[in-house]
């Protein structure tokens, strides 16, 4: 019975409320209470029913007068009205308390310079790419990888048996056989892709004793710091998979094509500054550290292994490429500030590092060649990078075919395997040791 009077209640409030806002057009009706189907009240009063919230009230300006001092209630430890309200030093615990922690300001911190830093780390989004990259590092780029690593995998006694065959195996297991989903995320394929290929290589070590001399790192930090202009830039940060050996990679390029470099321009991209799209920061430390203690065993970078990986990439080819150059500057950087210290000069020995990208299909390759660590000219010696992009390992691999208008479009399974780039890949993890 009561339910029943209830629900006849809401229904005529409802109708009245109803009628009354399609009367009711003036901003002079105050006061009416209508029922919200959330189920909450709202009192209307100068919003005619539709429920419009007021605005908040500006907070009270309190003017301070020269030579006057307000007169508080901070002795009668209570609200007066009239009187000022008063303000109180911050209140020391001495201890730190996490929960209450107040940064100071920029300016009071330890690390603050006056000099800003430009920072890139694993995540920068540079605009104009590999030629930023490029200017930064101070580096000529030559397009293709040198001759003296492509004929590594070119020897029947460097390739591994069945070679074809278990490579597609490979992304077959990583992008058919280790899913039930119609397309897995490249989050998943994309690790197990290149653990397979790295497992493939290492299968020569049988053959290629010099291949045991080598460890795979993940999440080092790296941090170099160098300066170029009148500014100062670092490459800091976690950025892949690190394959270091025990001995350092052959340069490629001789004597005279590294004095060459001297009379080559540097291209720019005026009007863009070189620093745009960097972390610029104030507060920071003038670090170099190869992410790995001193005694290490394996103090050389061989080889970086970059992943990028999400159905919607963070970072295109042209600015994948551009990480891949200054990552591999400076772990060879960082390397060379351990060697021959922080004052800049040409390298007697320059200082090889390569670098492998994928986003579990296509394949960028790098090789840098540090030449010198006097970078803030333009003038002098430069250093080189190789560059070789865009290579795909395959072209599909369905889980199910593509059928358009009744056509086969794309069969299922793997198609499209290109064997050329895997022997790229072979050539650079073989490249030191053979």
């Not at 599909?396 to 395997?417: M, R, W």
């Amino acid at each position: 019975m009561l339910v029943k009077m209830f629900k006849t209640t809401v229904q005529r409030v409802s109708t009245s409320a109803l009628k009354i806002s399609q009367n009711c057009k003036s901003e002079n009706f105050h006061s009416v209470l209508i029922m919200i189907p959330h189920g909450r009240c709202c009192l209307s009063t100068s919003s005619c029913l539709y429920g419009k919230i007021l605005p908040r009230k500006k907070p009270r300006v309190i003017h301070e007068i020269a030579g006057l001092e307000p007169i508080t209630y901070a002795d009668r430890m209570h609200f007066v009205p009239g009187l000022a309200k008063p303000k109180f030093p911050p209140w020391e615990r001495g201890w730190k308390e996490p929960n209450h922690y107040e940064s100071p300001k920029v300016e009071d911190m330890p690390l603050y310079k006056d000099k800003p830093c430009y920072i890139f780390n694993q995540r920068t989004n540079v605009l104009e790419g590999v030629r930023q990259a490029l200017w930064l590092s101070k580096s000529v780029l030559i397009k293709g990888l040198p001759d003296q690593i492509l004929t590594l995998a070119e020897y029947p006694a460097n390739q591994i048996e069945n070679q074809d065959e278990r490579v597609q195996n490979a992304i077959k297991s990583s992008r058919l056989w280790d899913t039930t989903e119609h397309r897995p995320p490249r989050e998943r394929f994309c690790p197990s892709l290149l653990n397979g290929l790295l497992h493939l290589c290492g299968g020569l070590q049988v053959t290629h004793p010099e291949l045991a001399k080598r460890i795979l790192a993940e999440k080092y930090s790296l941090a170099a710091t160098w300066r170029r202009g009148e500014d100062v830039f670092q490459v800091r940060g976690q950025n892949g998979w690190l394959l270091n050996s025990m001995t350092p990679l052959p340069m490629l390029a001789g004597q005279e094509q590294i004095q060459s470099t001297a009379d080559q321009a540097l291209e720019t991209f005026y009007p863009i500054a070189p620093t745009i799209d960097l972390q610029n920061t104030h507060v920071y430390q003038e670090k170099h550290d190869t992410g790995f203690r001193e005694d290490y065993p394996y103090p050389h970078a061989h080889t970086l292994f970059l992943m990028e990986m999400g159905n919607a990439p963070k970072l295109l080819p042209e600015q994948l490429r551009a990480k891949m150059v200054m990552f591999t500057f400076g772990n060879a950087l960082a390397r060379a500030q351990a060697l021959y210290g922080k004052e800049p000069s040409v390298l007697e020995k320059p200082i090889v590092v390569q670098s492998v990208a994928t986003n579990g299909r296509l394949f960028q390759f790098v090789v840098f060649q540090l030449n010198t660590t006097d970078l803030q000219s333009d003038s002098g010696v430069k250093n080189l990078a190789w560059v070789d992009e865009d290579q795909p390992l395959y072209e599909f691999a369905k889980v199910k075919p593509l059928i358009k208008k009744k056509v086969v479009q794309v069969p299922a399974g793997l198609s499209g395997y290109q064997p050329e780039t895997f022997k790229k890949f072979l050539a650079l993890y073989l490249h030191g040791a053979v």
